[in-house]
């Protein structure tokens, strides 16, 4: 994890103030994340996620928070943001913009089961259906041209044959757009550290900072790629399949989705592969920061390019 602004307990009681949430009782930094300040916050009103965003502005802002607060009144399992006592969603704590929304409850399953995936898969689906009717528009935030744009900057930290691999994949894609898939808000970072389960349910979908208008079957192959694989960087069938049955269940594929499928399991892995690579090569200062290792994702975008791939396995 990163904490880029360290809070003090006097620094938070002194912005707590200024909502109806209680004294604080204790607060301790989350373990996951390398984007933004996050902190467990215990008060005598409750459990709160506090976040300090250490590249978003107030402008950037508003979109994200108030998504959470539809998808909450549609009965999707995620965070619901706290307004100060003037109803304010985002207010300034250490020099950041910040706020607070509900803890939920359970944890992550780092190693799903395909109970797990099929419970995820049905949530997804009604993710996706529920934020259909958002009325706020905002492209994905790390799509084609972000991918282009960073390629160019860590491009000289790459071997020759990962070049090659990076150029390929960014010709292909290109060309591979799909427009007129079905498309709206997306989470666009729907890993098994921003889902919660208790027992075999799922409690919580966190972190939607990085969400954006796309392809529904962008955000699916994302979640594919980070809960299907097995250790050796290959698609695990049974879950796989577990999980997009559920998810067809509730939202089934339009034309032209299952032939998409191959080349959006490449662009889900071409974009994570350039984020680890910009955060292993080209990283911020942070009190407590690991990056990712990039290897993972080359090796899943390998595997995706030089495999046959169908939608059911």
């Not at 916050?41 to 979109?63: H, I, N, R």
């Not at 070049?163 to 079905?182: A, G, I, K, M």
């Not at 529904?216 to 050796?232: G, H, K, P």
Request: net charge negative; charged share 20%.
């Amino acid at each position: 994890m990163a904490v880029f602004t360290p809070v003090s307990q006097d620094e938070l009681q002194e912005w707590l103030n200024h909502y109806d949430a209680g004294t604080l009782q204790g607060m301790s930094p989350i373990s996951s994340g390398i984007e933004n300040t996050n902190y467990f916050v215990t008060t005598s009103a409750g459990q709160f996620v506090l976040t300090l965003f250490e590249k978003l502005s107030f402008d950037d802002l508003p979109y994200y928070l108030h998504l959470m607060a539809h998808l909450a009144e549609r009965q999707v399992p995620c965070p619901r943001p706290v307004a100060n006592k003037t109803g304010q969603l985002i207010t300034l704590l250490c020099g950041k913009p910040a706020s607070l929304v509900s803890r939920l409850a359970g944890i992550s399953q780092m190693h799903p089961t395909s109970e797990h995936c099929r419970n995820f898969g049905q949530q997804v689906a009604q993710l996706h259906l529920g934020a259909l009717d958002y009325p706020t528009r905002q492209s994905n935030p790390r799509g084609p041209e972000w991918w282009v744009n960073t390629a160019q900057k860590i491009r000289p930290f790459l071997s020759t044959d990962q070049r090659h691999l990076l150029s390929s994949e960014l010709t292909f894609q290109s060309t591979h757009r799909f427009d007129n898939l079905p498309r709206g808000p997306i989470h666009a970072d729907l890993f098994r550290d921003n889902v919660l389960f208790e027992g075999d349910r799922v409690s919580g979908i966190i972190d939607f900072y990085f969400a954006g208008h796309d392809a529904w079957l962008y955000d699916l192959a994302i979640v594919v790629n980070d809960w299907c694989m097995t250790s050796e960087a290959t698609l695990d069938p049974v879950r796989v399949n577990a999980l997009l049955d559920a998810y067809q269940k509730h939202r089934p594929l339009a034309p032209g989705e299952a032939q998409a499928w191959p080349a959006m399991l490449r662009a889900g892995a071409l974009r994570f592969w350039l984020s680890r690579l910009f955060d292993l090569y080209l990283p911020r200062s942070g009190e407590l920061l690991h990056p990712h290792d990039p290897m993972w994702f080359e090796r899943i975008l390998r595997h995706h390019k030089d495999s046959e791939i169908r939608w059911a396995l």
